[in-house]
C-alpha cells in the first residue's frame, strides 16, 4: 500500500433508479501508483459506480447514500454533501461543481475508446487541449505531445492526423495519450479489452498500465476478463450484484 | 456438452488445399496492387454433430475461410464438398435452394434484420419461403422456436426495440428454424455482456439438429474449450494446431499464447514471410537445429486427421 | 397519433373523391345564367355559381381533370426515382452511385419554380398542359427523392444486410424488391410521391392564377376549360372588394385542403413502423 493519501474513498455509495437499487452500499479506496479492478456481472453497475466516482450521475432519483472524499487533493470535503436525496438537480449541480476534475485530476477512457476522440480535431491539438488542464503547463508543448505520443507508441506524424485516419489500433493509442495527457491522479478505463482478440487484449492492457505507471497516475480498469484481472490488478472491487466490498490484491 | 461426433458418417463438410488470395489495389490507379495470402492451404473436416472451434487473431483467415465454406466467397484455389457434393465453382443460382441447409449467423445480428419486421415476422417469413410450410404452421414453429429461445415476451417487438443479445436470438431462430446440417457462425457472443455469451452459445448450439455440424468462429477461447469438440487454430492464413480441448492442451507456442495470453512473453513482431510465421517471437525457435524455422514452414503432424496435430518444428509428433 | 388504418381509409375516401369529379368533369361549362342576383350554394347547389351564372361543381370537376392525371403521373414518376435511388444505394453498386449523386447536385441545384416557369413561357402555344410541367417538376424533385432514400438504405446495413439475407437463402428479388423497397423504402417512396403530386397540383393552381389574374391564356390548360385558380381568384374577390362570393373562397379553399389531406393520410398510412 501507498503511504500517500488515497485518491477516491468511496464509502457507502447508494444509487437508485425508480423501479429499482442499480448500487447498493458499494465502498472503495483508489490509490495512486496501483491497479485498481473494478469486476463484477452485467448489470451489477459498475460503469455506474465508475462514474459516480467522478460526480457524473445522471439517474433519477439516483444518489441516496454515500460519502465521496478525494483525500489527495482535499482530505476533508465530501463532495456528496448536500446531493444525497437531492435528485437530478441536485447532481446537475454536483456536475456543474466538479467540472474542473473531469480531465485533470481524473480522465475516463469509455469503452470504444476511439469514440472518445473529437473527430473533426487533429490528435496533436486534442492533446495541446489536454495538457494545457495541466497544474503546470510545460513550456515546449510540442515537445510534450511528441513525448506522449512516443509512450503510446505512436510515431511523431500521428499528431497532425485526424483520428478518422487512424488506424483502430493506432486511434486506440491516441485516445489513451489524450487521457493520459493532463497528468492525472487516476485514469478510469471502461472495458478498453472490448471485443479485441486475446493477444491484442493483453497488448492494450499492459500499455495502459505502463503509461500509467509511468506517468504516476492511478488506473481504475473495468474488466470481466478474469485472467487480466488476475495478472494485472493490485486491487479488486467487486461488484456482487448489487453489494461491493474492496478485496484484497487480486 | 453432451452430443458426440458421428465419427462414421460420411463428413458433412470437406475442405481440401484451401487457397485465398485477394489483390489489394494500390493507392493511386497507377500503383501496384499488392497480393493478400488470406489463406493459404486448409484442408478439415467436419463430421456430423461436431462442433468445431475455428480460433485466430484477426487476420489469421478465419473469417475467410468461414466465408468459403458457405460459398459467400470463391477460393482462388481448392475445393469445398458439403454432404458430399461440390460446394465451390457452382453458380449461385444452383446453391441457392440448397442455402437452406448450409446456414450462417453473421457476426452483426442487428445489420442482419430487418428492421421492419418483428421478430415473429422474421422466422415465419423464413418458414412460408423457405421451408415451404404453410402461413398457420408456419406461426407456430415459429412462435415455438422463439418462445425456446426465450423470446415469448418479445414476439412482436422491433429490431431496434431488442438488446443486443435478444436481436442474436432473432438470427438464431431464423436459422434453426430451418433445421440446417451445417451452421456457421462468425463471433456470435461479439458485444455481448460476459452472462449473455454463455446463454447465446446454448440456444446455438443447445438447439442444433442432430447430426448437425458447427463451425464457430471465435476468439473468445473459453468459449472454444467449453462447447466445442475440437479447435483449429490458424496463423497466417494456415491451421497451426488441431486439438480437441477436452482431452489435450495445445501444445503449439502461438495457441498456447492464443488460449493464455498472459503465459508467455507478449507477442511484439510482424509475422515472418519465410518459414514459420511465428518465429520472431516463438520462445521454442532456438531449441529447433539449425535455421529450420527460418526456411522451412512447418506442415500440420501427424497426418491423421482426427488426432492431436501441430505445425511446430519444435514439438515432436 | 394518426393511426396507419383510419389515415388508410380516409385518404382512400378523398382520393376517390377527386378521382369521381374528374371523371364527372363536363367538356363544357353550362350556359351563363345572367339574370341571378344570388350566387351562393342555396341558389345554385351544391356550391353556387359564379358571376355568370354558371355552377361552381364544373369548376370544381374540370379543375380536378385539370390535374389528375398530370399529378399522379409526376408522383409515380418521383417514386420510381426514390426506389431507384435507394436499390443502388443498398446493391452498393459504385458507378451508378456516382451517377446519382452527380444528376442529383446538377439537377437539385436549380431553382424548381424558375425551371418550370422558364419551361411554362418557352413552350409552344398547342403543347401547353400541364403534363410537361408536371415531368419536368418530378424531374426536379427527383435528386431529393433519390437522396432520402439512398439515406434509408444505407441505414439497413447495405452489404452485411444482403449478404445476410443471401447466404439465408433469400433470392436477390426477395432481398431487394421486398425486403429493401416494400418494406423498408416503401415510407420514402410513398411520401416523396405524395408530396410532389400535390406540389403538382398547387403547381398548377398558382400558374393558372397567374394567367387568370393577368387575364393572359393559361400555360396548364385550354381557354374553354376552368380550373381551381378560377375559383380562388373568384373567391379573392370576396376578401379584396366584398363582392357575394364568399361560397367560392369556402370551395377553393376546401378543394386545396382536401388535397392536402389526402397527401398527409397517404403518407401517414405508408409510414415506417
New interface residues.
Given amino acids: 500500500m501507498s503511504d500517500q493519501a488515497p485518491l477516491v474513498v468511496m464509502d457507502g455509495l447508494t444509487i437508485k433508479a425508480p423501479s429499482r437499487t442499480l448500487v447498493d452500499g458499494v465502498s472503495f479506496e483508489i490509490h495512486g501508483g496501483r491497479v485498481t479492478a473494478l469486476v463484477g456481472?452485467?448489470?451489477a453497475g459498475k460503469s455506474l459506480t465508475a462514474r459516480a466516482a467522478m460526480c457524473v450521475l445522471d439517474v433519477d432519483p439516483g444518489l441516496v447514500a454515500g460519502s465521496l472524499r478525494f483525500p489527495a487533493l482535499d482530505p476533508k470535503v465530501d463532495w456528496y454533501e448536500g446531493v444525497r436525496g437531492g435528485g437530478m438537480s441536485a447532481q446537475r449541480r454536483l456536475l456543474a461543481r466538479t467540472r474542473h476534475l473531469r480531465g485533470a485530476y481524473f480522465t475516463y477512457s469509455p469503452q470504444a475508446a476511439s469514440s472518445a476522440l473529437n473527430p473533426g480535431r487533429t490528435v496533436g491539438r486534442q492533446l495541446a487541449m489536454a495538457i494545457s488542464r495541466r497544474q503546470t503547463v510545460p513550456n515546449d508543448v510540442a515537445a510534450e505531445i511528441r513525448r506522449i505520443l512516443g509512450q503510446v507508441g505512436l510515431q511523431p506524424w500521428a499528431s497532425g492526423a485526424l483520428p478518422g485516419e487512424l488506424s483502430g489500433g493506432m486511434a486506440q493509442r491516441a485516445a489513451l495519450a489524450v487521457a493520459v495527457a493532463p497528468k492525472p491522479r487516476l485514469v478510469i478505463a471502461d472495458e478498453p479489452e472490448?471485443?479485441l482478440?486475446?493477444?491484442?487484449?493483453?497488448?492494450v492492457v499492459?500499455l495502459l498500465v505502463r503509461v500509467c505507471k509511468e506517468e504516476g497516475a492511478g488506473l481504475l480498469l473495468i474488466s470481466?476478463h478474469k485472467?487480466?484481472v488476475r495478472?494485472i490488478a493490485d486491487d479488486v472491487i467487486q461488484l456482487k450484484g448489487q453489494h461491493g466490498e474492496t478485496g484484497g490484491t487480486a | 456438452m453432451n452430443r458426440e461426433p458421428d465419427i462414421d458418417s460420411p463428413p458433412v463438410v470437406v475442405v481440401k488445399g484451401l487457397v485465398k488470395t485477394f489483390v489489394q489495389a494500390g493507392a493511386f490507379p497507377w500503383s501496384e496492387s499488392r497480393e493478400v495470402h488470406a489463406v493459404r492451404g486448409v484442408d478439415f473436416r467436419i463430421a456430423p454433430g461436431e462442433v468445431v472451434a475455428l480460433v485466430g487473431q484477426s487476420g489469421s483467415g478465419k473469417t475467410t475461410v468461414s466465408r468459403i465454406v458457405l460459398g459467400l466467397e470463391e477460393p482462388t484455389e481448392g475445393e469445398i464438398w458439403l454432404d458430399g457434393q461440390r460446394w465451390d465453382g457452382v453458380s449461385e443460382n444452383e446453391r441457392r435452394p440448397k442455402r437452406v441447409n448450409y446456414q450462417y449467423v453473421p457476426q452483426d445480428a442487428m445489420g442482419a434484420l430487418d428492421p421492419q419486421q418483428t421478430a415473429l415476422e422474421h422466422v415465419v417469413e423464413t418458414l412460408t419461403v423457405l421451408g415451404g410450410r404453410s402461413p398457420e404452421d408456419a406461426l407456430l414453429e415459429a412462435v415455438a422456436m422463439l418462445e425456446n429461445l426465450g423470446l415469448g415476451q418479445r414476439l412482436h417487438a422491433l429490431p431496434r426495440a431488442m438488446s443486443g443479445g435478444e436481436q442474436r436470438r432473432v438470427t438464431l431462430a431464423r436459422v434453426l428454424a430451418l433445421r440446417p446440417r451445417l451452421v456457421v457462425a462468425d463471433e456470435p457472443t461479439s458485444g455481448l455482456d460476459p452472462d449473455r455469451r454463455e446463454s447465446v452459445l446454448e440456444d446455438l448450439i443447445g438447439n442444433l439438429p442432430d447430426g448437425a455440424g458447427c463451425i464457430l468462429v471465435t476468439h473468445d477461447m473459453s468459449e472454444a474449450r467449453a462447447w466445442c469438440h475440437r479447435i483449429f487454430a490458424m496463423l497466417a492464413g494456415r491451421i497451426i494446431e488441431v486439438v480437441d480441448l477436452r482431452a489435450e492442451e495445445p501444445v503449439h507456442p502461438y495457441a498456447s499464447i492464443l488460449f493464455d495470453p498472459w503465459s508467455g512473453p507478449l507477442p511484439t513482431q510482424p509475422l515472418a514471410t519465410t518459414g514459420c510465421p511465428f518465429r520472431p517471437d516463438c520462445p521454442k525457435a532456438s531449441e529447433v537445429d539449425g535455421d529450420r524455422c527460418s526456411v522451412e514452414e512447418p506442415g500440420l503432424l501427424p497426418a491423421d486427421p482426427r488426432t492431436h496435430r501441430v505445425a511446430c518444428h519444435a514439438v515432436d509428433r | 397519433m394518426i393511426r396507419r388504418w383510419p389515415a388508410m381509409a380516409v385518404s382512400g375516401v378523398l382520393f376517390a373523391a377527386l378521382i369521381i369529379l374528374a371523371v364527372l368533369a363536363p367538356e363544357f361549362l353550362s350556359e351563363p345564367n345572367l339574370g341571378l342576383t344570388e350566387f351562393g350554394p342555396g341558389t345554385v347547389p351544391p356550391f353556387g355559381a359564379d358571376d355568370r351564372g354558371r355552377p361552381l361543381w364544373e369548376f370544381a370537376a374540370q379543375g380536378a381533370r385539370v390535374v389528375a392525371l398530370p399529378s399522379v403521373l409526376a408522383g409515380l414518376l418521383v417514386g420510381v426515382f426514390a426506389a431507384i435511388g435507394g436499390l443502388v444505394r443498398s446493391m452498393e453498386l459504385r458507378w451508378a452511385d456516382s451517377l446519382v449523386q452527380a444528376f442529383g447536385e446538377v439537377v437539385g441545384a436549380l431553382p424548381r419554380m424558375v425551371v418550370v416557369l422558364i419551361v411554362a413561357l418557352l413552350m409552344p402555344r398547342d403543347w401547353r398542359g400541364l403534363f410537361p410541367l408536371a415531368v419536368v417538376w418530378a424531374l426536379l424533385a427527383a435528386p431529393g427523392a433519390m437522396d432520402e432514400a439512398a439515406a434509408v438504405a444505407e441505414r439497413l446495413g447495405g452489404a452485411r444486410f444482403v449478404e445476410a439475407l443471401r447466404a439465408h437463402g433469400y433470392s436477390m428479388w426477395r432481398i431487394f424488391v421486398v425486403h429493401v423497397v416494400a418494406y423498408n423504402l416503401r415510407p420514402v417512396i410513398v411520401r416523396q410521391a405524395a408530396e410532389v403530386t400535390m406540389q403538382v397540383v398547387f403547381l398548377e393552381i398558382s400558374l393558372s392564377y397567374l394567367a387568370t389574374a393577368n387575364d393572359d391564356p393559361s400555360f396548364t390548360h385550354a381557354d374553354s376549360v376552368r380550373s381551381w385558380a378560377d375559383i380562388l381568384h373568384l373567391g379573392y374577390r370576396a376578401l379584396a372588394f366584398e363582392a357575394p362570393y364568399m361560397h367560392a373562397l369556402l370551395l377553393g379553399l376546401g378543394l386545396v385542403a382536401l388535397v392536402a389531406g389526402t397527401t398527409i393520410g397517404i403518407s401517414r398510412a405508408a409510414r415506417a413502423r
Fill in positions: 456481472p452485467s448489470g472490448t471485443g482478440d486475446p493477444v491484442l487484449r493483453r497488448a499492459e470481466h485472467d487480466t495478472r
